[in-house]
């Protein structure tokens, strides 16, 4: 087995093995490949002896799009605190639990929103996911996937891409751990278009990386559990599934260091749209409403002059799930807490609570470096519906809506130069 490692680059075909001479290279692929595997994806095993007879199991709290359920539906803007890490064991399939859905995943479109509680180790268990591709965004504590392709590590400001089916499991590092999990049910996530921004800056391809091959040849009782059509099911398999000697292909998981990523702005007035820091697009068919976007807001220098630099108040066709990694939010800096999350959806407005947009009027526009911070949005362009779950969770910040209260009028028609 080869020590552990990563390649760089994104949307690139990459190859690796494992054992020297297990992957075949043109005209030298043999009738009998080496190492006694077979098929693609060289393999100790072939696919079809990984998947058992499946019967179905409890879902838990794991919802899939369309799904509707009654009595959770409120038409207003909603924000929760963190959630605690429960003290009780729960593994990555278990401690899935659904925030929001939004589309159908029958119909390959839209996503789903997660939080995921870690505090037990998969061992002989394994998962796959054919409802969608996984972006989990680490917040607290480190998580290490052993996946088909390699092994992946993440700590939190980091993130880690599954693409759909394919088989992992996830192991702990440094205890408990809680993220942010992205359901995407349509395109594969992609660098978005840089247009006049030209070959460098927001994510840059060689930032990427990929595992390299790690295959395990373990005999004995091990489980596959399958997410599909929104249910659960489980196999009981006589060997472990992970038994990849060497791969090659544009289609892996990956992951993604977020402070890698070089912020681009306003550097003279006016605040860019915050398009401006898409790490990753699920596109669809039209353009500029994306079905997933995952966006960031990291360290950066704020600097223009004469400009209002908080996010302006606006409503749009992008619903928007939020979520803080840690430090402070700079448009909700109260209330809006690391491991928290807010969703605002289609067309309801939103914006800097009236305690930030008393201070950005007023203060002093000399530059600023926004230091020790790092939120998210899963935006897309359909209706985030809210899960039983989610609305009946403690943290949930029933008193949301009046953070912007205390914003009241300061029209003048008398009064044409500002104070």
Avoid at 85 to 109: C, H, K, N, W, Y
Avoid at 380 to 396: E, H, M, N, S
Wanted: with cysteine; hydrophobic share 35%.
């Amino acid at each position: 087995m080869t020590t552990r490692g990563y390649m760089s680059g994104f949307g690139n075909s990459f190859e690796t093995e494992a054992l020297p001479g297990a992957l075949p290279v043109g005209r030298n692929s043999p009738q009998k490949v080496a190492y006694g595997q077979r098929s693609w994806l060289y393999r100790i095993r072939p696919t079809v002896r990984h998947v058992g007879r499946l019967a179905r199991i409890d879902r838990g709290n794991i919802r899939t799009a369309p799904e509707r359920e009654d009595g959770t539906q409120m038409l207003t803007q909603r924000r929760w605190g963190p959630v605690p890490i429960p003290s009780d064991q729960r593994t990555f399939v278990t401690g899935l639990s659904t925030v929001t859905t939004a589309g159908d995943a029958e119909a390959m479109t839209g996503m789903a929103a997660h939080l995921l509680f870690v505090t037990q180790s998969m061992t002989r268990e394994h998962f796959f996911d054919a409802d969608g591709e996984l972006l989990v965004v680490a917040q607290h504590g480190g998580l290490r996937f052993r996946t088909e392709f390699g092994v992946i590590e993440i700590t939190p400001g980091e993130i880690c891409i599954i693409p759909r089916g394919i088989i992992f499991r996830v192991e702990l590092i440094d205890g408990p751990a809680r993220a942010y999990v992205c359901e995407n049910y349509g395109n594969p996530f992609s660098l978005p278009y840089r247009g006049p921004i030209g070959a460098n800056c927001l994510a840059n391809p060689r930032d990427f990386l990929a595992p390299v091959a790690d295959y395990e040849d373990r005999e004995g009782p091990h489980t596959l559990v399958v997410k599909w059509g929104g249910e659960l099911y489980r196999a009981e398999v006589g060997h472990s599934p992970l038994d990849v000697v060497a791969w090659h292909g544009n289609y892996f998981p990956y992951k993604y260091d977020l402070r890698r990523f070089s912020p681009v702005g306003a550097v003279l007035f006016d605040h860019p749209d915050p398009s401006i820091f898409t790490v990753l697009t699920a596109p669809s068919e039209t353009t500029g409403t994306a079905n997933v976007d995952f966006v960031i807001f990291p360290e950066r220098w704020s600097v223009a002059e004469n400009t209002f630099r908080p996010p302006w108040y606006h409503r749009n066709i992008m619903s928007e799930f939020m979520g803080l990694v840690y430090g402070v939010y700079d448009a909700k800096p109260e209330g809006f807490v690391p491991g928290g999350m807010s969703l605002h959806n289609q067309m309801l407005p939103h914006g800097p609570d009236a305690d930030a947009f008393a201070h950005a009027s007023n203060v002093a526009l000399a530059p600023v470096k926004l230091t020790n911070t790092l939120a998210f949005m899963f935006e897309t362009r359909f209706r985030q519906r809210v899960t039983g779950y989610a609305a009946g969770l403690d943290t949930l910040q029933t008193n949301y809506i009046d953070c912007w209260a205390g914003l009241n009028k300061n029209f003048n028609p008398n009064r044409r130069e500002p104070d």
